[in-house]
């Protein structure tokens, strides 16, 4: 049995034959890290200048944790040659400017899924995202799209028309095209893009019939401001609440959303051909006939009456992303999602300057604000034990994506069938584009009810994930995965055989490469004790104990909690 405890929380495992019973596993609170402050000298006028001080060597277990904030996972590789060859700078440069090597389009395309056959199926859906998530060497993009697809949600499962599986392909390569660069492009996209017109219902909304008294739907215009852009409420740019007499200020009116909803009247398929997928793929067209021809007036700004479609579009996207709240509102997601649950008002109001300028005048640009949250010394402050602050709970579909890009996980045939890991009883209770609602699988404001973490005042949005069955479910799941693999996709533990026979060795290679070193010496001493009954005389033996040893330190609460 592997127990852990956390905020009141019990977390069992049963324990199976294949693997030996291990001692009680700890669990910490979230943990902190303290802001690093630094200082250089200087000499006076006169003084001739010093050469600079050359920047200090980066360590394996910091790189560890930066590679654990900006990718689906590192493998020791990666570690070693980060620490030792570049800068977190230079890395993201790279990272920045790299060609992105597939879509998930031409994934479907290029293995004969997108045929007439699966018009109205799934098929191909899941290999797809996999195939993109832990084999795509373009890691800093696959993490920020699927932080995007957290923000602004299109689930595969709320798309009940034909062809699915390649609208969400394409709308996927619309947050991942897009992930780098400016968030009104984005915005742009998103609203152009079928799936998000399927998704949230303003495909081929008409304008208001004052016979009948129809009026446009308006789901899209109260989640474009509600959840794509300004929130509820007024905000500062610290991400603070803007009061007025002590009360909070909404952002926008149920006349807002009226107004707002007459922009997304008449836009449509850009053709009727339904033969094959390509039209999904397109952007979507507008109708004028059937495009609202009044004024729409929300958010202060009046579009004056007859403005065509794209033009009353532009002019909207224009009003909502020069709003205030645009810059804390997106900024403090993308650090929750990325680094921290519990940003500090001044790392918010840090990365919310970069969006709002980016130091050349542009508005939005995405690539320096997520420069800006990763190089910010309260992500790259080394863990400390001064705050309680710091840290968020690893989305579950990242702890998979860790473990397979770790151990060169691959599917031969592009099969990767890991399949839809959505169930909570038997799998990891989330799964990519499955979110239950457009308020993804878990809302950046959770705070799990009865816990410390709620008497503190803070969040932990992925706890809204966590429960009992969960946590056993994503324990269970793990070890056969682990141990078996899926189907073909296998990892590979060469460089864990070595290891093995010294069990204090093989618990250090792996508390690095999951877990930046951040599991504390009991828990390690622990997990020892219990790899130690294993006997490593046989290469039976051998593999048991790295087995038992990654499903050990995948369960630890310093793996769990990302610090």
């Known amino acids: 049995m592997i127990e852990s405890e956390a905020d009141g929380l019990q ?42 001080t050359p920047a200090p060597l980066l360590t394996a277990p910091q790189v560890s944790r930066f590679l654990g904030q900006a990718t689906m996972g590192a493998t020791k590789a990666d570690i070693t040659a980060l620490a030792t060859a570049t800068s977190y700078d230079a890395w993201l440069t790279a990272q920045f400017g790299a060609a992105r090597p597939s879509k998930f389009w031409d994934f479907l395309a290029n293995n004969g899924y997108n045929v007439v056959a699966n018009i ?45 599986t390649p609208m969400m392909a394409a709308y996927l390569d619309v947050l991942w095209d897009n992930a780098f660069g400016n968030y009104r492009t984005l915005l742009d996209a998103v609203a152009g893009s079928t799936g998000m017109g399927i998704y949230l219902t303003f495909l081929g909304s008409l304008k208001a019939n004052p016979k009948t008294g129809s009026v446009p739907d308006e789901n899209f215009a109260r989640e474009l401001m509600q959840l794509f852009t300004i929130g509820l409420y007024q905000l500062n740019m610290d991400g603070s609440l803007a009061l007025s007499g002590g009360n909070p200020v909404p952002t926008y009116t149920q006349a807002d959303v009226s107004g707002l909803a ?65 810059p804390p509102f997106v900024s403090k997601q993308l650090i929750q999602h990325l680094v921290t649950s519990n940003p500090s008002a001044a790392y918010i109001q840090r990365v919310a300057a970069v969006f709002a ?42 702890r998979l994506t860790q473990w397979a890009r770790a151990y060169n996980v691959t599917s031969p045939t592009n099969l990767w069938p890991f399949g839809n890991t959505s169930s ?55 070890q056969s995965l682990i141990v078996n693999g899926s189907g073909e996709a296998k990892p590979d533990y060469s460089s864990l ?67």
């Open 497 to 563: 055989t070595a290891l093995a026979t010294d069990s204090q060795a093989l618990l250090n290679e792996l508390n690095l490469v999951f877990a930046a070193n951040q599991i504390g010496a009991t828990t390690l001493a622990g997990m020892k004790t219990a790899l130690d009954t294993i006997a490593v005389t046989t290469s039976a033996g051998i593999n048991n104990r790295i087995y038992a040893a990654i499903l050990f330190v995948m369960a630890a609460p310093e793996f769990l909690i990302a610090k």
């Open 262 to 326: 007459r922009v997304w009247t008449g836009w449509t398929y850009a053709n009727s051909d339904n033969t094959t997928p390509n039209r999904v793929q397109l952007p979507m067209i507008n109708n004028a006939a059937n495009h609202e021809s009044g004024s729409k007036v929300f958010l202060g700004t009046t579009i004056p009456a007859n403005t065509d479609g794209p033009t009353s579009k532009k002019l909207a996207l224009d009003a909502i992303f020069a709003h205030s709240n645009v």
């Open 357 to 398: 300028n980016n130091g050349s005048g542009v508005r939005g640009d995405l690539q320096a604000v997520v420069r800006a949250i990763l190089t910010d010394s309260e992500a790259r402050a080394d863990p400390t034990s001064t705050t309680t602050t710091f840290g968020k709970l690893r989305e579950p579909v990242v």
């Open 424 to 478: 909570s009883a038997s799998r990891l209770s989330e799964g990519v584009g499955h979110a239950p609602s457009v308020f993804n699988w878990f809302r950046p404001g959770y705070s799990p009810p009865g816990s410390t973490i709620n008497t503190a005042g803070m969040v932990a949005p992925e706890f809204q994930l966590v429960n009992e069955p969960a946590v056993v479910a994503y324990v269970n799941f793990m």
């Open 120 to 164: 109205n199926s799934q098929a191909g859906y899941e290999p797809m995202v996999w195939a993109q998530l832990i084999s795509s060497s373009d890691q800093l993009r696959q993490r920020v799209g699927l932080a995007l697809l957290n923000m602004v949600v299109v689930s595969i499962d709320g798309l009940e028309v034909n062809w699915r």
């Open 11 to 52: 977390i069992a495992a049963p324990q199976h034959s294949s693997s030996p019973s291990s001692a009680a596993i700890a669990l910490v609170t979230l943990a902190p890290l303290a802001l690093a402050a630094c200082g250089d000298g200087g000499g006076s006028v006169a003084t001739p200048t010093p050469p600079p």
